[in-house]
Structures are given as structure tokens and as C-alpha cells.
């Protein structure tokens, strides 16, 4: 029992350090793969990580106009992504991170770094960052309710709010098909692609004016900053990979965790996610960007397919 | 909790996807892609029915669910293709207003209707009795997309829609109805398909477009 318990508390320290180093190389990943589609050699799947070493060893340039909320900024939102991704279940259902926080305070916490950032973009007062910032909420406004729409359909089949309650009801199901549980997927998915920032909603790879979103927030960061924002946006992105992978397609996760277990369920993880990012990568290099203000058409079908996963978890599942 | 086969499932999202097919009609400002959403709809309802028939031992169903893949998956939407080509409207895009709200009000139909569909439901009549109030919401959706719309021949896959949702329903809750019904609706659907293709030509040739917003002008000037 004693040592069940070490085994618990170590896979709930280990989960965001692993995290740490995995998303940065998912997105190298999902850079590499989308080189190779556009017939490119493409940077090293460990490249991320190499930048981010480096801008931590550079010196980082504040502005003079910039309030102390400029510097804490990069701080709140690395820390609050970082205590979102930990409260995901990533190889075992029964950690204490994941039962202690529910989706409510999951997105919660996406919320509050999403207003530092904004916030930030907005201090040093230039023009990109203010755009970037009310760009970004004209965003995230639309796709919170969508976000939470699909979170509750789980929610409202599993009769929990809680992550792992979530899963562990899908793991017992075992295969259902519920028409809910498809709309909820694709709706979170349009959703994860606009809050994450990629195409068609915002080009990560761009420093172009017209079109940034993200990057015209975090534009006056250097040095450490940059690299804690940086990291920020990686984990974000592996957040939401986690979220589909392991809300909808649970299998291979360790009920009770054993060293041995954790270590097959992070491998089969890891497999789901690196699927995911390159299904990212194609749908990247297929897709045109669109312009900004088709935006909120994008996340209003994504609003009417969660809206439509809630109304047939109502109208149709009854029987299941 | 009891636990439906997976057969029946299966039916439930097939009958989900229709109903998603509806709204991607009421979204869909392109002509073209409003065909071949209902085409999808026509192949949906169809492998429907043949579940329902797998499920029951229903073989006459097998026979209809054949005849709607036939009809609605492939020939009216052909025919509806051809003449929007034979017209030069294939990249034609309407001009929604407030799209966002016609879809919200689609979403409020669905709503309306399962609670009209209570009821029913209540009845016990089969396992997949739920589907009633999605076919109800199809029909209500189709009516709604040929009040929203303008354009002559979104209202015509309205039109057909609700009938794909009297379909379904009568599929989903009966066990289908008498292979002599189902044959003279469909061929029903057929001769309305044919009647407005001949009709699109008429208002094509005398208002020069199949917008019916331009039916109520008393006169050719353009209003000032």
C-alpha cells in the first residue's frame, strides 16, 4: 500500500517534467513532418528545445514604458499552463493532480494565463501588441463556450466533472458509439486549433502584421521571457493533443499506476500524440489561412457541432 | 443502465449525421456544396434503413434503403447538379443575412422538437424510438431553410430534406411503411425533382436569376 502511494505521488511530480521536455519536441515534431510536406529538409525535431536553452542564457531587453506586469506576465502564464497541463491525466487516472482539479478549472486556468498574455500585449502600449491582445479575445470569447459545451458533453455522460472520473467511465464503456462523443471531438478540435493559434485561424510560423495573432502579443519579450512564453505555447498545444487523446480515445491508460504500467501507457501516449501532430502537420499544409474576421464563422460551426454533441447526448442517449 | 447492440448505435449516429448534414445546408452558402450536403443526408438516411432492416429482419427495408441511395444519394442531387451547371450558378454564393442566427435558430428547432417529441417517447415503442424528435427537427430544418433562404434552389433541397426526415421517421420508429407507400413517395419526390428543374428554367428565363427575393419587384428598374 505504502509503496502504491510513493509510486503515486512520484507519477504526479514526474507528469509535468515530462511534459516539460515532451512539448517542445511535439512541436519540432509537427514542424519536421510539415517540412517534409512542402518538400523541405526542415529543422531538427529538437530544435524548439536548443531555442529555448538558448534564449534562456540571453540577456532580456525590457521596455522603458513597460509596467512590473510586463515582467511577471511571462511568469503567470508559464505557471498557470503548466498547473493546467498537470491536472490532465496523462498516464494514470488516480494521480492527485488530475482528481483534485476538474474541467472547470482547467479552463479556468487557461483563462487566466490567457489574460496575462493579453495583458502583456498590451502594456508596453504599441500598436501590434494592443492588436494582438484584442485579436486574441475576440478569439478565445468564441471558443471558451464552445471549449466548455464540449467538455460537458463528456461531462454529462460520465456524471463528473472530473477529468479523471471522465476518463475512467470511457475506459469502462468500453466501445459505445455516441453520437455526441463525435461532435464533442471534432468541435474540440476547431477549438484547439484556434486557441492554440495554427492555421487557419493564425500562422505560428509568421511575423507578418496583418495577419499575427499570438506572436504581435508576445512580440517586445526577449530573453527569458520569450523562452517562458514560448514554452507556454508549446504546453498549451500538448494540452489540448492530451485532451483529445486521452478524453476520447482513453485506452492504454494505466488504472493503478506500477512504474512498468506508467512507462507502456506513456509510449502509447506518446504514439497518440505524435498521430495527432501529424495530422496537424497535413491539415496545416492543405489549409489556406483565413482572414481574421472569418474567424468567428470557424468557431461558431465549432459552438454548433459541441451544441449539437449536447442536444444528442440528450435526445439520443437516453438508451445507452 | 442498459446497453443498446451496436447495431443500433450505429443508427443513432447515422441519424445524429443526418441531422448535421441538415444543418450544413442551413450553413452552406454555396450552391454545389448545399447539393452535395444533401446527397450526404440521402446516403445517411439510406444506410439507416439498411441497419433498421439488419436489425429487425426487415428484407423489404433492404429494397427502399436501396431506392433511397439510388434516388437521394445519386439522382436528384445529379439532376440538381446538372442544372445548376446547364444555368452557369455552380460558383454562384448566395448572400446569407445573419448566418450565425439562422443557425442558432436552427439549433432552437431541434430543441422544440425534442420537446414536442416527449411524448412519443414516453410510448416505448422501440429502442430507437429517440430518433423521432431528430427527424422531426430535420423536417422543422428543412422548412426553416426554405423560409431562410432565397435562392430557389437551396429551397428545393429543403423541400426534400423534410421529406428524408418523414423517412427516417417512419424508418426508425414503424419498422418502414408498406413497400407500396415508400415506392409511390419516392417516385413522388422523383416528379417534383423533375417539375423544379422545369420550373428553375421558367424563373431563370424571366428574372434572368433564381434569387425569389426579386419576385415581389413590381418593376425591372432596379429600386433606387
Known amino acids: 500500500m505504502n509503496e502504491q502511494v510513493t509510486g503515486y505521488w512520484l507519477a504526479t511530480l514526474l507528469q509535468p517534467l515530462v511534459l516539460l521536455l515532451a512539448a517542445p519536441l511535439l512541436v519540432g515534431w509537427i514542424k519536421r513532418i510539415k517540412s517534409r510536406l512542402q518538400n523541405r529538409r526542415g529543422p531538427a525535431v529538437m530544435q524548439p528545445l536548443r531555442d529555448l536553452r538558448k534564449l534562456f542564457a540571453k540577456q532580456p531587453v525590457v521596455a522603458k514604458t513597460a509596467s512590473p506586469l510586463f515582467r511577471a506576465a511571462p511568469y503567470v502564464v508559464f505557471a498557470s499552463t503548466l498547473l493546467a497541463v498537470t491536472s490532465v491525466p496523462l498516464w494514470s487516472i488516480w494521480l492527485p493532480s488530475t482528481t483534485v482539479a476538474d474541467v472547470i478549472v482547467l479552463v479556468g486556468l487557461l483563462g487566466l494565463g490567457r489574460f496575462f498574455l493579453a495583458l502583456a500585449g498590451m502594456d508596453v502600449g504599441t500598436a501590434f501588441g494592443g492588436m494582438g491582445s484584442s485579436r486574441e479575445m475576440l478569439v478565445s470569447a468564441l471558443a471558451e463556450p464552445a471549449m466548455l459545451m464540449a467538455v460537458f458533453t463528456l461531462a454529462m455522460s460520465a456524471h463528473s466533472t472530473n477529468l479523471s472520473s471522465i476518463v475512467a467511465f470511457n475506459l469502462d464503456a468500453g466501445v459505445v458509439l455516441r453520437p455526441s462523443y463525435l461532435f464533442a471531438l471534432l468541435g474540440l478540435i476547431l477549438v484547439a486549433i484556434a486557441e492554440t493559434g495554427r492555421i487557419p485561424v493564425d500562422n505560428p510560423a509568421t511575423h507578418l502584421e496583418l495577419t499575427m495573432i499570438h506572436e504581435a502579443m508576445i512580440l517586445e519579450y526577449s530573453g527569458r521571457h520569450l523562452a517562458l512564453m514560448e514554452w507556454a505555447a508549446q504546453l498549451k498545444l500538448a494540452l489540448y493533443g492530451l485532451l483529445i487523446a486521452n478524453l476520447f480515445f482513453p485506452w492504454g491508460l494505466a488504472e493503478r499506476f506500477t512504474p512498468l504500467e506508467g512507462l507502456g501507457a506513456l509510449a502509447l501516449v506518446g504514439g497518440k500524440l505524435l498521430l495527432l501532430g501529424a495530422l496537424l502537420a497535413v491539415a496545416e499544409t492543405t489549409l489556406a489561412k483565413m482572414r481574421l474576421f472569418r474567424a468567428p464563422q470557424f468557431l461558431n460551426l465549432a459552438f454548433l457541432l459541441t451544441l449539437l454533441g449536447l442536444l444528442s447526448n440528450v435526445i439520443l442517449e437516453s438508451g445507452l | 443502465m442498459t446497453q443498446l447492440p451496436l447495431l443500433e448505435q450505429a443508427i443513432l449516429v447515422l441519424a445524429a449525421l443526418t441531422l448535421l448534414a441538415s444543418f450544413s445546408m442551413l450553413a452552406q452558402s454555396r450552391l454545389t456544396s448545399a447539393i452535395h450536403s444533401f446527397a450526404w443526408q440521402g446516403v445517411m438516411v439510406a444506410a439507416a434503413t439498411a441497419l433498421v432492416a439488419a436489425v429487425g429482419h426487415a428484407h423489404h427495408l433492404y429494397l427502399s434503403a436501396l431506392l433511397t441511395f439510388s434516388l437521394k444519394g445519386l439522382l436528384i442531387p445529379w439532376m440538381l447538379h446538372r442544372l445548376v451547371r446547364r444555368l452557369n450558378m455552380e460558383r454562384e454564393v448566395e448572400n446569407i443575412a445573419h448566418p450565425a442566427l439562422v443557425v442558432l435558430a436552427g439549433a432552437l428547432l431541434v430543441i422544440l422538437a425534442y420537446w414536442i417529441a416527449l411524448p412519443i417517447e414516453r410510448l416505448e415503442l422501440a429502442s430507437t424510438r429517440n430518433i423521432i424528435a431528430i427527424s422531426l427537427a430535420i423536417v422543422l430544418l428543412g422548412l426553416w431553410l426554405m423560409i431562410a ?38 417516385f413522388d419526390v422523383l416528379v417534383a425533382a423533375v417539375l423544379f428543374g422545369v420550373f428553375f428554367f421558367h424563373i431563370h428565363e424571366s428574372i434572368e436569376s433564381l434569387d425569389t427575393g426579386k419576385l415581389t419587384r413590381l418593376t425591372e428598374e432596379e429600386p433606387a
Do not use: H
Not at chain 2, 433562404?149 to 420508429?173: C, D, I, K, Y
Open chain 2, 149 to 186: 433562404r432565397r435562392q430557389v434552389v437551396t429551397q428545393v433541397l429543403g423541400f426534400m430534406s423534410m421529406e428524408n426526415g418523414l423517412f427516417l421517421a417512419a424508418v426508425a420508429s414503424t419498422r418502414g411503411m408498406p413497400l407500396v407507400v415508400e415506392l409511390g413517395i419516392a
